[in-house]
């Protein structure tokens, strides 16, 4: 296309020079006012070539619009490039970025569950309505996590076993300050009972699914 118009230009600038030529040649010879044989050579060759700006005005077109019906596909070949380009991003971001477990809220019982030891356990009484560790019961996934925050102003302890048959040896706090938190994480399935050995009436239950 961009030959077809170069050669249009070119036969557009012949012809003007034709015609400057022609303009000269008369004027050298004003007496016959005939024009020099190389004027009339140069008239002769852009009579030709101006006959000819049909047929290169038509190629033209024709180029232009072969052009433009290629525009949609090169358009949808570029959008593939892009979507392409982002997919390779994102597979490569999940290679770089480690794939981190969701927390599950405490409500869901799954990964992560708190229990709070509330205030006034450390006289009897909470064991009457089973709040002396709230909850008293937790559900959570193989290899999830409890954290027990006192809340109370007295220390507690959250040991393994019972008050009756004693501690089991599976896990124990030690002494829990108030404001203090203590954590474990549980990775067998298993229904771990345990107490406060200073007051042993405060009973609690996790089970690991």
Not at 184 to 207: A, R, S
Request: charged share 25%.
């Amino acid at each position: 296309m961009k030959n077809n118009a170069d050669r249009f230009g070119m036969i557009i600038a012949i012809a003007i020079t034709a015609v400057a030529i022609a303009f000269v040649g008369t004027l050298s010879n004003p007496q016959d006012r005939n024009i020099q044989p190389q004027g009339q050579a140069v008239i002769d060759r852009a009579a030709t070539e101006l006959k000819e700006i049909p047929e290169v005005a038509q190629d033209t077109f024709t180029d232009t619009v072969e052009e433009l019906e290629k525009l949609p596909t090169e358009i949808e070949e570029s959008l593939d490039d892009v979507d392409n380009i982002q997919e390779e991003s994102m597979e490569v971001i999940k290679d770089v970025i480690p794939d981190v477990p969701d927390v599950v809220k405490q409500s869901e019982g799954k990964l992560l569950e708190t229990i709070s030891i509330p205030k006034d356990t450390a006289a009897p009484g909470c064991e009457e309505t089973n709040s002396c560790y709230i909850p008293e019961i937790v559900t959570i996934k193989r290899g999830g996590e409890v954290i027990w925050e006192n809340d109370d102003i007295a220390a507690h302890t959250v040991t393994s076993g019972s008050a009756t048959s004693g501690p089991n040896g599976l896990f124990d706090s030690g002494l829990i300050y108030p404001g203090d938190t203590y954590s474990i994480q549980l990775d067998l399935v298993n229904e771990y009972v345990y107490f406060c050995q200073v007051h042993p009436w405060m009973t609690g239950k996790i089970v690991v699914k």
